[in-house]
């Protein structure tokens, strides 16, 4: 599992490569509930290089969201492959949350 965040445009663009499931989860959720502990108010989060994501990892995806409109902050997911982009689709996720096909939309 990697890990990668940058700044751009008021918004942390958030890379998560490799799988999301229920060994990882809780490491991906502690980084991005750290970034909005610390203040982060804007997430847009890259699958780009996701492969795999669970229902471990759409549930931590949806405590990240949660945090994150408490606190009046606003997330967006980037760049879904494949059966990423299946999994989302198939539980709902692409109608509850900002879908954009590539991080420059999403910014836009």
Known sequence: MDFATKKENGWTIVSIAGRMDAITTPEVEK?????VESGEKKLVVD???????????????????????AGQGDI??????????????ISGFC??????????AALA
């Open 95 to 104: 109608s509850i949350f900002k879908v954009f096909d590539s991080v420059a």
């Open 47 to 69: 699958l780009k290089d996701l492969t795999y994501v669970s229902s471990a990892g759409l549930r931590g995806l949806l405590a990240t969201a949660k945090k994150l409109k």
């Open 31 to 35: 980084k991005l509930g750290g970034l």
């Open 76 to 89: 967006a997911f980037a760049n879904l492959q494949g059966p990423v982009r299946d999994v989302f689709e």
